[in-house]
């Protein structure tokens, strides 16, 4: 009887931890992903470069919440959100909410470069980690029966765009696949003709780590043979050819786009401001303004931070933000007042590769192989499900002693 609907879109890191945190609390939940699964999107490009299976990253939403009694799952697509009715839309029917919580997320961003959308290959979701991963794995098989050297180089040459943790960790990855695994592979093929390229169009890797950590990224990627072009914009892709903006051009088979992230496509049926890449401005306490019964979360919320700047499209925010606003519907349902949300910063990590990461923990910064086993153990730790854990943990203890990626398989034609 007169039990809260509190309705969550989304159950990636924001949704999910809502949900969770109100196990307990007097309100109904009806929490909608058009996904089955959660999704741990920092190890996408493990699965890209063929490193995990998805379903060591994934995990199902049924499993999650098979002891939670006060909620109901709903698979389906968003496609409006009504502010004055008080009901989401999917599926072809209405749910309507007392409270309703977005954590939609983001999507991948191409700033109206249509050529480079269509070419180019992402590692936004594990459909496009797994056609990644084919198309590398296909590259190496064509180059092995190319006889043209030029054809060869250009099959073999790989572009990763964006120098940000996502296109570090990508680029690092996929040459060491090459130098470590692919040499053994391909004997016949002359592997000293592969190239990974990294664009940046800043002056600078990784712009939120301090200049000594970008330092580091710097020099361990080149120990890997990445070749980094700062301040080199692409403007183009049709498969075979890149450009750049000064003109000049790249044979490449292969370009990762890893450039830029922009909020998802349902916020626009609010028909609110938004702010930075889509997203919607909220109150301190993560809330709409006019509209109090709706909290807006993760990558999908535009809140500036205490030195001004606009918070980090992070899991990291994302978790900590789900947590609070859990809190916030209990306090206000028992009739409270919400509180401010305070972020706090647990520092930055990315991996460059084997025995190789640069990390920022209390102000400290570090790189190397302690910063490196912070990262495998901080992940693995992050991984929803016992069995995941294991099984990423046995996956990478044998790729690192054994120096392979076992999952190279081709799997579409
Ligand atoms: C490749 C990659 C690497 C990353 N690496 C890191 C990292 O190392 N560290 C870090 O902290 N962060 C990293 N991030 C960022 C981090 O993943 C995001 O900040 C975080 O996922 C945001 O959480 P969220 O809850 O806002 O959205 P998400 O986790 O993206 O969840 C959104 C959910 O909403 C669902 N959804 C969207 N639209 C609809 C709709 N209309 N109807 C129904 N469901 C919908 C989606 O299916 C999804 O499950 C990375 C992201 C990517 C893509």
């Given at each position: 009887?007169?039990?809260?609907?509190?309705?969550?879109?989304?159950?990636?890191?924001?949704?999910?931890?809502?949900?969770?945190?109100?196990?307990?609390?007097?309100?109904?939940?009806?929490?909608?992903?058009?996904?089955?699964?959660?999704?741990?999107?920092?190890?996408?490009?493990?699965?890209?470069?063929?490193?995990?299976?998805?379903?060591?990253?994934?995990?199902?939403?049924?499993?999650?919440?098979?002891?939670?009694?006060?909620?109901?799952?709903?698979?389906?697509?968003?496609?409006?959100?009504?502010?004055?009715?008080?009901?989401?839309?999917?599926?072809?029917?209405?749910?309507?909410?007392?409270?309703?919580?977005?954590?939609?997320?983001a999507e991948t961003n191409f700033f109206g470069m249509?050529?480079?959308e269509?070419?180019?290959?992402?590692?936004k979701?594990?459909?496009?980690?797994?056609?990644?991963?084919?198309?590398?794995?296909?590259?190496?098989?064509?180059?092995?029966?190319?006889?043209?050297?030029?054809?060869?180089?250009?099959?073999?040459?790989?572009?990763?765009?964006?120098?940000?943790?996502?296109?570090?960790?990508?680029?690092?990855?996929?040459?060491?696949?090459?130098?470590?695994?692919?040499?053994?592979?391909?004997?016949?093929?002359?592997?000293?003709?592969?190239?990974?390229?990294?664009?940046?169009?800043?002056?600078?890797?990784?712009?939120?780590?301090?200049?000594?950590?970008?330092?580091?990224?710097?020099?361990?990627?080149?120990?890997?043979?990445?070749?980094?072009?700062?301040?080199?914009?692409?403007?183009?892709?049709?498969?075979?050819?890149?450009?750049?903006?000064?003109?000049?051009?790249?044979?490449?088979?292969?370009?990762?786009w890893?450039a830029g992230i922009k909020a998802?496509?349902?916020?626009?049926?609010?028909?609110?401001?938004?702010?930075?890449p889509g997203?919607?401005?909220?109150?301190?306490?993560?809330?709409?303004?006019?509209?109090?019964?709706?909290?807006?979360?993760?990558?999908?919320?535009?809140?500036?931070?205490?030195?001004?700047?606009?918070?980090?499209?992070?899991?990291?925010?994302?978790?900590?933000?789900?947590?609070?606003?859990?809190?916030?519907?209990?306090?206000?349902?028992?009739?409270?007042?919400?509180?401010?949300?305070?972020?706090?910063?647990?520092?930055?990590?990315?991996?460059?590769?084997?025995?190789?990461?640069?990390?920022?923990?209390?102000?400290?910064?570090?790189?190397?192989?302690?910063?490196?086993?912070?990262?495998?153990?901080?992940?693995?730790?992050?991984?929803?499900?016992?069995?995941?854990?294991?099984?990423?943990?046995?996956?990478?203890?044998?790729?690192?002693?054994?120096?392979?990626?076992?999952?190279?398989?081709?799997?579409?034609?």
């Amino acid at each position: 009887m007169n039990t809260p609907h509190v309705v969550i879109i989304g159950a990636g890191f924001g949704g999910l931890n809502v949900a969770r945190q109100l196990r307990n609390a007097p309100v109904q939940i009806t929490l909608i992903d058009k996904r089955n699964y959660h999704l741990f999107q920092p190890l996408l490009y493990q699965v890209a470069i063929a490193g995990l299976v998805p379903s060591q990253i994934a995990y199902p939403l049924r499993t999650i919440f098979r002891g939670q009694k006060n909620i109901t799952l709903q698979m389906g697509e968003v496609t409006e959100i009504n502010l004055e009715a008080c009901y989401v839309r999917l599926n072809g029917s209405v749910i309507a909410y007392d409270y309703l919580v977005i954590a939609v997320g983001a999507e991948t961003n191409f700033f109206g470069m249509d050529s480079v959308e269509q070419e180019g290959f992402q590692v936004k979701d594990i459909q496009k980690a797994i056609s990644t991963r084919n198309h590398l794995l296909k590259m190496f098989e064509l180059a092995s029966r190319e006889a043209d050297e030029e054809k060869r180089r250009a099959i073999l040459t790989f572009v990763v765009v964006g120098g940000g943790p996502t296109g570090v960790e990508t680029a690092g990855a996929l040459a060491e696949l090459i130098s470590h695994v692919m040499v053994k592979d391909f004997p016949d093929l002359n592997l000293n003709e592969a190239r990974v390229i990294l664009l940046e169009a800043n002056d600078h890797l990784i712009t939120p780590y301090p200049h000594e950590l970008r330092h580091a990224t710097f020099e361990l990627l080149r120990r890997d043979h990445v070749e980094i072009q700062l301040n080199t914009k692409l403007v183009d892709f049709d498969g075979q050819t890149i450009t750049l903006g000064d003109s000049s051009q790249i044979a490449a088979h292969t370009l990762i786009w890893t450039a830029g992230i922009k909020a998802a496509p349902v916020l626009g049926s609010l028909g609110v401001k938004r702010a930075g890449p889509g997203r919607v401005p909220v109150t301190s306490t993560l809330q709409l303004p006019e509209h109090p019964e709706v909290f807006i979360i993760g990558d999908a919320a535009y809140l500036v931070n205490g030195n001004g700047q606009p918070l980090p499209m992070l899991s990291t925010v994302a978790i900590q933000q789900g947590k609070s606003t859990a809190r916030n519907l209990q306090q206000i349902i028992k009739g409270e007042k919400p509180k401010p949300f305070h972020y706090k910063d647990p520092g930055l990590l990315a991996t460059i590769g084997r025995n190789a990461a640069v990390a920022r923990i209390w102000g400290v910064s570090f790189s190397g192989f302690i910063a490196w086993v912070i990262w495998v153990f901080l992940h693995i730790y992050r991984l929803i499900g016992f069995r995941n854990r294991i099984l990423v943990f046995v996956n990478w203890a044998w790729d690192y002693l054994f120096y392979e990626n076992q999952i190279r398989l081709i799997t579409k034609e």
